[in-house]
């Protein structure tokens, strides 16, 4: 309807110049320059120079009446994008690394050096509203559970990119979920690095129960169970890995609150393990359980654990968390000596999430050779088991979503004999 008004419009106002366009000699004062002069030349006549500017003016007096377009806004242009887009949160990071290595006997003069890189980039997908699916890339040999780091050498040879997770996730309400696939089970299971590298990813699945909570302070009481596949065998039994954990959370006023827990894990037939480590098919950390003449674990693996958890937040530039870990495995058999205790220890002062922010952080690290089952330990303290480690940190936060880590670890052996070695890394971390 607007279009044809302003069609009759035009055709209104064109009409009228051409009727009232005849005009006498002073009419030509009222003409455009251009028209003016046109008329003078005799190129056009009077007559046809009002009509034509009758014709412009209607023209400008139609553009001026039209609404002007707005620019859209980001949250309209967002509305604009197809839907399933929302469903996708990419995420990942890149960490570039320089380390050190000093161990009298073991380099040429006693000193190692490299540098290294750590990718990780995937996303995670919203199915409906209790269920999603993950997936996440990593560099690093495929063949090497406890590390996605490549070393910047092999005369610029490309570099590995391998299947780190994927997974799916249930959960339909607050008092269930369950996790299937190959994922990171610390989002889901309170562990330290010891007992399991920052870069392992099991595969499986985890179950978790919210079996209570409350307003007071008690805050929560929950139970993680979880079945963990390690190699299949052709013939004869598997090795798997079976385990549970029941923690609970608590305020104690303030900003003080405490997470205690206890958990049980059992491994099954973890020779098949060892032999895969043994043979070189399976690469990261070296064997130093106990084994017999014949390569033989000698102890089975029925590791308990107990942990307590303590963070004050009262200082937002200088926050507190302080972890403790007990273990006891039920099943070593000692040969002379003890070996089936470990300790983990860390206390952490200030965080490093913005810019110019520091964090200080030192970290004690103890097993004896049969304590911890050795192949999924921290890697960087060069001891499956078998270890009493120190470890410093210094993390200084930077621009946007980056941070400096300075990291120093001097680790000795409890039981077997090997020289004390020293590792330092120096790391710039970006997570987008």
Same mark, same amino acid.
């Given at each position: 309807m607007k279009t044809s008004q302003e069609f009759l419009q035009l055709i209104f106002i064109l009409t009228a110049g051409a009727i009232f366009g005849i005009a006498g000699p002073g009419a030509t004062e009222e003409?455009? /320059?251009?028209?003016? %002069?046109?008329?003078?030349?005799?190129?056009?006549?009077?007559?046809?120079?009002?009509? %034509?500017?009758?014709?412009?003016?209607? $023209?400008?007096?139609?553009?001026?009446?039209?609404?002007?377009?707005?620019?859209?806004?980001?949250?309209?242009?967002?509305?604009?994008?197809?839907?399933?887009?929302?469903?996708?949160?990419?995420?990942g990071d890149i960490r570039l690394r320089y380390e050190g290595f000093s161990q009298d006997g073991s380099y040429d003069d006693d000193r190692r050096d490299r540098f290294r890189i750590r990718l990780r980039a995937g996303f995670e997908a919203t199915v409906t509203d209790w269920m999603k699916v993950g997936l996440e890339m990593r560099n690093g040999d495929p063949s090497d559970p406890v590390s996605n780091n490549t070393s910047f050498d092999g005369g610029f040879q490309f570099k590995e990119f391998n299947l780190g997770q994927g997974f799916l996730e249930i959960r339909p309400n607050k008092r269930f979920g369950l996790i299937a696939g190959k994922f990171d089970a610390k989002k889901w299971w309170t562990v330290s690095d010891f007992q399991w590298d920052?870069?392992?990813?099991?595969?499986?699945?985890?179950?978790?129960?919210? *079996?209570?909570?409350?307003?007071?302070? =008690?805050?929560?009481?929950?139970?993680?169970?979880? +079945?963990? @596949?390690?190699?299949?065998?052709?013939?004869?039994?598997?090795?798997?890995? #079976?385990?549970?954990? $029941?923690?609970?959370?608590?305020? $104690?006023?303030?900003?003080?609150? @405490?997470?205690?827990?206890?958990?049980? !894990?059992?491994?099954?037939?973890?020779?098949?393990?060892?032999?895969?480590?043994?043979s070189?098919?399976?690469?990261? &950390?070296?064997?130093?359980? *106990?084994?017999?003449?014949?390569?033989? @674990?000698?102890?089975?693996?029925?590791? *308990?654990? %107990? =942990?307590?958890? #303590?963070?004050?937040?009262? &200082?937002?530039?200088? /926050? @507190?968390?302080?972890?403790?870990?007990? #273990?006891? &495995?039920?099943?070593?058999?000692?040969?002379?000596?003890? &070996?089936?205790?470990?300790?983990?220890?860390?206390?952490?002062?200030? !965080?490093?999430?913005?810019?110019?922010?520091?964090? %200080?952080?030192?970290?004690?690290?103890?097993?004896?050779?049969? +304590?911890?089952? #050795?192949?999924?330990?921290?890697?960087?303290?060069?001891?499956?088991? !078998?270890?009493?480690?120190h470890r410093f940190d210094l993390r200084l936060g930077f621009i946007a979503k980056t941070y400096f880590n300075f990291t120093w670890y001097n680790t000795k052996p409890v039981y077997q004999e090997d020289e004390t070695i020293n590792r330092w890394q120096l790391d710039y971390i970006v997570k987008f």
């Open positions: 003409l455009d /320059p251009l028209l003016r %002069l046109l008329v003078a030349k005799g190129v056009i006549t009077q007559q046809e120079a009002t009509s %034509l500017q009758a014709e412009s003016e209607a $023209l400008e007096q139609i553009e001026a009446s039209a609404p002007v377009a707005d620019e859209p806004s980001p949250q309209t242009v967002a509305k604009s994008c197809p839907s399933w887009i929302d469903r996708f949160d990419a995420k920052d870069d392992v990813t099991v595969e499986g699945l985890m179950t978790n129960f919210g *079996l209570a909570s409350g307003d007071g302070v =008690f805050k929560s009481l929950d139970l993680v169970a979880y +079945a963990f @596949l390690l190699e299949e065998q052709k013939s004869g039994s598997d090795a798997n890995l #079976y385990g549970g954990q $029941l923690r609970s959370a608590f305020r $104690l006023g303030g900003d003080n609150s @405490l997470k205690i827990g206890t958990g049980f !894990d059992v491994w099954k037939n973890p020779q098949h393990v060892v032999d895969l480590t043994a070189g098919a399976l690469k990261g &950390n070296k064997i130093t359980n *106990l084994l017999d003449s014949d390569g033989q @674990l000698i102890s089975d693996f029925e590791i *308990l654990n %107990l =942990f307590a958890e #303590y963070k004050n937040t009262s &200082n937002k530039r200088w /926050p @507190l968390k302080f972890t403790l870990f007990y #273990y006891r &495995n039920l099943g070593a058999e000692g040969i002379g000596a003890d &070996n089936d205790t470990g300790y983990f220890g860390r206390i952490q002062v200030g !965080d490093y999430k913005k810019r110019g922010q520091l964090a %200080l952080r030192y970290s004690f690290y103890y097993s004896e050779p049969d +304590a911890l089952f #050795y192949v999924f330990t921290n890697s960087d303290t060069s001891r499956g088991s !078998d270890g009493e480690s």
